[in-house]
């Protein structure tokens, strides 16, 4: 599986960014792809996850209500929308690929894609 992230780039505070996440190769139902960020000098965290089959979605407290995962199947493609966007997210944003249902942790995650830089300017 080959993940590919874009759809970076600078926004003011309160705007919105689209990130998408385009996945080639094999992908199974039972496939998890999750958004991960990490912000200049901390560790990388878990932003949200969606279920390959289904669509059923996650996300960490930190950024429910404010931000949407959603899949086209047919485009083999997953999107992070981000609304009400705050400093704090500013971070370079990375899709992964899990096996494991209701994945949260790095280490669950087999394949990942190149990260997108999101700058959120207050």
């Known amino acids: 599986v080959q993940l590919q992230a874009s759809g970076g780039g600078l926004v003011q505070a309160g705007g919105s960014l689209r990130l998408s996440c385009a996945a080639s190769?094999?992908?199974?139902?039972?496939?998890?792809i999750g958004w991960f960020r990490q912000a200049p000098g901390k560790e990388r965290e878990f932003v949200g996850g969606?279920?390959?089959?289904?669509?059923?979605?996650y996300y960490a407290d930190s950024v429910k209500g404010r931000f949407t995962i959603s899949r086209d199947n047919a485009k083999n493609t997953v999107y992070l929308q981000m609304n009400s966007l705050k400093p704090e997210d500013t971070a370079v944003y990375y899709c992964?690929?899990?096996?494991?249902?209701?994945?949260?942790?790095?280490?669950?995650?087999?394949?990942w894609g190149q990260g997108t830089q999101v700058t959120v300017s207050s």
């Open positions: 190769g094999r992908i199974f139902d039972s496939y998890t």
């Open positions: 969606i279920r390959w089959s289904g669509g059923r979605t």
């Open positions: 992964a690929a899990s096996g494991g249902r209701g994945a949260t942790r790095e280490y669950e995650y087999d394949y």
